[in-house]
């Protein structure tokens, strides 16, 4: 099982560790810079050094009280497992901080640098649990956090979606203690197998050059689908030259079969990669669609919360 990589020695990181970065988002609902939080306090698992690309980092934008939903979402943006989709990360979380979703950024260890499974998924475990972990200090609902992940983002947060775990209720880290299971996934052009069908720049990126084939297996998320895995919005272009649309067409498939909540959106056209569609008067449709899908899952009604 996945959780068995889990060595709760190494995950020390006290709750409320903040580290602040030089610049953040110029225009938006927060234009202040955000504070940045690392993963673990020493040392992440596996650690090839102490630079900036050894530190996975969770940056925090939170939603305008005045709107806000306290409800929040992880971001994972795609760049095959090798590098970061400018348009997949903060112009993302700004539009969730726009619907009043307090967003988290995630910066995972990458394959361009030396990183290959399981420390991505380690990063991606992590992040969520430290959301979820962080819930009331944050203002959102614990009971309320999802993932989004765009190309390979989106395979991390399938892989959240189908391989999360309840938590260790004995870790003397509370951060281990809470569940990864997101409350919704959105995937947005993911990339799913790791088969036949997949990318192979990021199957290579995060498996190596000769994979085992046992890896392979584990990490075709669509064969881990089970009616535990939480509802999905799933987008995607039929003529996607990157990213075989098969992908997210498994996917849903495995969600049918499973009976799992599921909106699909295939558009007949568009490049990879197009974050949240930009001025293409279709691609640029998705985000209103996922903000119904959202709202119809609890993520934009939810006005109070518990004190």
């Given at each position: ?86 348009q997949e990360g903060v112009p993302v979380c700004q539009w969730l901080n726009r619907l009043g979703i307090t ?205």
């Amino acid at each position: 099982m996945i959780r068995k990589i889990f060595n709760p020695r190494l995950l020390l990181l006290p709750l409320f560790a903040v580290f602040v970065i030089a610049a953040g988002p110029a225009t938006g609902p927060s234009a202040s810079s955000p504070p940045v939080f690392p993963l673990w306090a020493g040392d992440a698992p596996g650690a090839l050094g102490h630079g900036e690309n050894d530190i996975p980092t969770l940056t925090l934008y939170a939603a305008d009280p005045a709107i806000a939903t306290h409800s929040a979402i992880l971001v994972c943006p795609g760049g095959a497992y090798v590098k970061f989709g400018p348009q997949e990360g903060v112009p993302v979380c700004q539009w969730l901080n726009r619907l009043g979703i307090t967003a988290g950024l995630l910066k995972y260890r990458l394959g361009s640098h030396g990183y290959h499974y399981p420390a991505e998924f380690l990063d991606v475990q992590r992040a969520f649990r430290m959301m979820r972990a962080n819930a009331a200090t944050w203002h959102f609902d614990a009971n309320h956090v999802g993932v989004i992940g765009f190309s390979a983002g989106g395979h991390l947060a399938s892989t959240l979606a189908t391989h999360f775990d309840a938590g260790n209720p004995s870790a003397a880290d509370p951060i281990e203690r809470v569940s990864s299971r997101p409350d919704v996934a959105l995937l947005l052009y993911p990339v799913i197998t790791m088969g036949d069908l997949t990318h192979k720049g990021s199957q290579r990126a995060l498996l190596g050059e000769h994979p085992d084939p046992k890896l392979i297996e584990l990490l075709s998320n669509e064969k881990h689908v089970t009616p535990q895995t939480p509802p999905c919005f799933i987008c995607a272009t039929a003529d996607d030259t990157t990213v075989p649309v098969q992908n997210s067409l498994m996917f849903a498939m495995a969600c049918k079969e499973n009976k799992v909540p599921f909106e699909l959106h295939i558009f007949e056209h568009g490049k990879h990669g197009f974050g949240l569609g930009g001025k293409d008067p279709s691609l640029s449709t998705w985000p209103a669609d996922a903000a119904r899908f959202l709202a119809r899952q609890g993520f934009l009604n939810r006005r109070s919360i518990a004190k």
